[in-house]
């Protein structure tokens, strides 16, 4: 069963709070119902494609490297690298209706009530 405790975040966010520095984006980290780790990212300079237009996106961490290109991939493959940390395992088998993970990660571009605020400069003249 999936578990992730305060001590486990606390343990991970080092590397989390360390690819938010290298790409210059402000996040906070959460847990969700004791099995979850949550990070929220609240503003930077990538521009991600919101495509229900609310300027809020709940990131499907399957599917990054189908979803996302440039930059926003690379920083969202690297957060979730980072989320999952070296003691992270995953032996689910949906066919049998198993699943055993170290922990589930969400990655919420923005809030339901507060939008991702995308401060990047432009660069046109």
Sequence with gaps: M???????KTKLAPAIKAVLNKYKMKASIAISN???????????????????GDDYTQVN???IANQYQGVAKEFLT?????????E??????????YFHRSH?????LGKWNKPYV?????MAA
Excluded: R
């Excluded at 992270?88 to 049998?96: A, I, K, L």
């Excluded at 589930?104 to 919420?108: F, G, H, K, V």
């Design 2 to 8: 999936a578990y992730v405790s305060q001590a486990n």
């Design 34 to 52: 004791h099995m979850t780790l949550v990070v929220n990212v609240q503003s930077g300079p990538i521009n991600f494609d919101h495509s229900h």
């Design 61 to 63: 961490v399957y599917h």
């Design 78 to 86: 690297e957060l979730l690298s980072a989320m999952k940390g070296p």
């Design 88 to 97: 992270y395992f995953n032996n689910d088998d949906s066919q049998s209706d």
């Design 104 to 108: 589930y990660t969400d990655i919420n």
């Design 118 to 122: 995308c401060n990047a400069v432009s």
